[in-house]
């Protein structure tokens, strides 16, 4: 996903990958604090917990450590934390090609409370047109390059008017019927008949 991120000339924060605590320690290392660190396969930011110190991390290693041996895969993702930056969910629904960016939202807390600790806004109430704009541009090249069929959806952090992808979820996603509510259309019907083969413009 990096590589591909960094082909379509988006940006991450710096981060990397650990299966241990001497690993956790090198990236933190080679990052710099404060740091996000989460288990991989696991849902709702369980263990997921920011790290400002060498104590922290050593801490939260351990514990995310131990809840991702429980999901099969004793792996950790450490990202640069994004200190006072906002977090956007963007659903979208693409065709394979056609993409249909169906609500971009504001999360209320800063980027790194969890998406389902959350509240969210949308329309986006700080977020100028133009980078509401970049933000479905971005959306779009990410769908059409993940080849999704359905529904995705992708978080993002807005710092210093600079986009950073956190992540790609190319399935629906929990917010998915709030924005259905919200714009006045059968989001998730709409993605399962695309699902079953047909286009956005049929």
Known sequence: FQALVNQLGLKQPKNGLARSQAEAEK???AIGYPLVIRPSYVLGGRAMEIARNDEDLRKFAAEALSVAKDSGDASLFID?????????????????????VAGIMEHIEEAG???????CALPPYTLSPALQGRLAEQTIALARA???????????AVKDDEIYVLEANPRASRTVPFVAKAVGAPIAGIAAKVMA??????
């Open 27 to 29: 990236v933190a290392d």
């Open 80 to 100: 640069r934390y994004l200190s006072d930056a906002i977090e956007v969910d963007v659903d979208a629904l693409c065709d394979g090609k056609n993409v249909h």
């Open 113 to 119: 409370v969890h998406s389902g600790d959350s509240a």
């Open 146 to 156: 993940l080849k999704v069929r359905g529904l995705i959806n992708i978080q993002f």
């Open 197 to 202: 083969g047909m286009s956005l413009t049929e």
